[in-house]
């Protein structure tokens, strides 16, 4: 399995992004996906995750209200919008997909900068 991740940025505070994630390769064993994120220094952190058929979701306490994860399987793709953005969701953001074994694919990022 192969992520990209794209539509990171500079943004300014209060504005918006949505970011995608494209799969490809053995894509019929993708179970779950998720979003995190890597500030400067800091440890990386789950942002969002959703199930395999995007029945269910759930967000990191700081981003609930402001993000909203999707995924389309018909188009491989997964998406995160991010809403009322603030300078300290700057980060890079990896797209993550675990396939029916457990392993867990990665893509390579794309940086998101909102200045204030």
């Known amino acids: 399995v192969q992520l990209v991740e794209s539509g990171g940025g500079l943004v300014q505070a209060g504005g918006s992004l949505r970011l995608s994630c494209a799969a490809s390769g053995s894509t019929s064993r993708i179970n779950t996906m998720a979003w995190y994120r890597q500030a400067p220094g800091k440890q990386r952190e789950l942002v969002a995750g959703?199930?395999?058929?995007?029945?269910?979701?759930n967000y990191a306490d700081s981003v609930k209200g402001r993000f909203t994860i999707s995924r389309d399987n018909a188009k491989n793709t997964m998406y995160l919008q991010m809403n009322i953005l603030k300078p300290e969701d700057t980060a890079v953001y990896y797209c993550?997909?675990?396939?029916?074994?457990?392993?867990?694919?990665w893509g390579k990022g794309t940086l998101v900068t909102v200045s204030s």
């Open positions: 959703i199930t395999s058929g995007g029945g269910r979701t």
């Open positions: 993550s997909a675990v396939i029916n074994n457990g392993v867990n694919y």
